[in-house]
T-cell receptor, first 115, second 109 residues
């Protein structure tokens, strides 16, 4: 138990569906992240929120839409995805401060399959 | 940009010692992390280096040489449960790390 919870753990969707991934952290952290993990590739940073403000958007297609309503919750809204979007989507959080190493705490991930 | 390189796969014997190397090229440097990820599970934090030298934590140690852009993770007294992927991640400026592809370690009896 890392203190970061992701739901659902598994999701199968068609290319015309709309679904959302949810992440919740109970660690009092001030930054939250979405990463994409595909086989044989490095973790790819998608979005970062710092104090609820989006600070990074790494050229992610608009079919992925993040939402951060407060510092404890993060969503990834999915619509009209492509089969190549099938991957493990990892949420993470960290505490950004001068007195902290700022390591990431990851959730278990949401395994997404797009048919 | 950043370039982080680590071996794709390594194998070792239970009870032995293994060293997993990571080399990086970044425009700046603000810390290097090692994470462990078992199949189907979340990556978990192992170590952090920001100054040159060796950081020891039980059976695991991590070394950093900033001038060489080089780090290694040393695992001693290997156990079967150490079979996992080991991820090297580097921060250049700011607080966001960039990850390497990970090294899949297989420990056999």
């Amino acid at each position: 138990e890392t203190g970061v919870t992701q739901t659902p753990r598994h999701l199968v969707m068609g290319m015309t569906n709309k679904k959302s991934l949810k992440c919740e952290q109970h660690l009092g952290h001030n930054a939250m992240y979405w990463y994409k993990q595909s086989a044989k590739k490095p973790l790819e940073l998608m979005f970062v929120y710092n104090f609820k403000e989006q600070t990074e958007n790494n050229s992610v297609p608009s079919r992925f839409s993040p939402e951060c309503p407060n510092s404890s919750h993060l969503f990834l809204h999915l619509h009209t995805l492509q089969p190549e979007d099938s991957a493990l989507y990892l949420c993470a959080s960290s505490l950004i401060s001068a007195a902290n190493t700022g390591e990431l705490f990851f959730g278990e991930g949401s395994r997404l399959t797009v048919l | 940009g950043q370039n982080i390189d680590q071996p794709t796969e390594m194998t070792a014997t239970e009870g032995a010692i293994v060293q997993i190397n990571c080399t990086y090229q970044t425009s700046g440097f603000n810390g290097l992390f090692w994470y462990q990820q078992h199949a189907g599970e979340a990556p978990t934090f192992l170590s952090y280096n920001v100054l040159d030298g060796l950081e020891e934590k039980g059976r695991f140690s991590s070394f950093l040489s900033r001038s060489k852009g080089y780090s290694y993770l040393l695992l001693k007294e290997l156990q079967m449960k150490d079979s996992a992927s080991y991820l090297c991640a580097v921060r250049d400026w700011g607080y966001i790390p960039t990850f390497g592809r990970g090294t899949s370690l297989i420990v056999h009896p």
